[in-house]
């Protein structure tokens, strides 16, 4: 059988208080499911007013009675814009390589992360960092080939050599 929360005058008085500050903006839903589940609404009732599933209400409910206003003002993402760099702090980084490039050697990827790593002080954990900066940056990656594409097999020149015509007497 499901637990049954309750939820107090006072605590629908607390969560209400909290509705009202504009820091709180971006949960004001989850406080407003709680809320109305506190003010005697069923899950069913407060999931059509929140537009969320009733048993994210639940869910919301739960949360609430077990770690207070702070479960639900916390939602535990550590954030999504991880980068090391600003837009301009990569273009003054890349500009390191400029000359070598335009000179037409080879720069290869990993040159490029270790001065990367010094630069940020952090060991990346794989390449796609490195891949990443140089697409925002539109730097295309080129490689020389080790040989011509439609080059003939060795036997094929060989063959070719003893078939040339010798126009001597």
């Given at each position: 059988m499901p637990k049954?929360?309750?939820?107090?005058?006072?605590?629908?008085?607390e969560i209400r208080e909290a509705m009202k500050g504009r820091e709180n903006g971006k949960y004001?839903?989850?406080?407003?499911?709680?809320?109305?589940?506190?003010?005697?609404?069923?899950?069913?009732?407060?999931a059509e007013i929140t537009k969320y599933h009733p048993k994210r209400v639940s869910q919301l409910v739960s949360l609430y009675?077990?770690?207070?206003?702070?479960?639900?003002?916390?939602?535990?993402?550590?954030?999504?814009?991880?980068?090391?760099?600003?837009?301009?702090?990569?273009?003054?980084?890349?500009?390191?390589?400029?000359?070598?490039?335009?000179?037409?050697?080879?720069?290869?990827?990993?040159?490029?992360?270790?001065?990367?790593?010094?630069?940020?002080?952090?060991?990346?954990k794989s390449r796609s960092t490195v891949y990443y900066l140089l697409h925002s940056q539109n730097w295309r990656m080129v490689m020389p080939r080790g040989q011509h594409p439609k080059k003939a097999s060795d036997e094929d020149i060989e063959a070719s050599k003893k078939l040339t015509i010798s126009t001597g007497n």
């Open positions: 049954t929360y309750k939820i107090t005058v006072e605590n629908v008085r004001y839903r989850k406080l407003l499911a709680v809320a109305l589940r506190g003010e005697g609404k069923d899950n069913e009732e407060s009675c077990n770690g207070g206003l702070q479960a639900l003002l916390h939602d535990g993402r550590a954030g999504g814009n991880n980068r090391n760099m600003s837009k301009e702090g990569i273009g003054e980084f890349l500009n390191q390589f400029d000359d070598k490039a335009q000179r037409g050697q080879i720069i290869t990827v990993e040159e490029i992360a270790q001065a990367y790593d010094k630069t940020t002080g952090k060991v990346r």
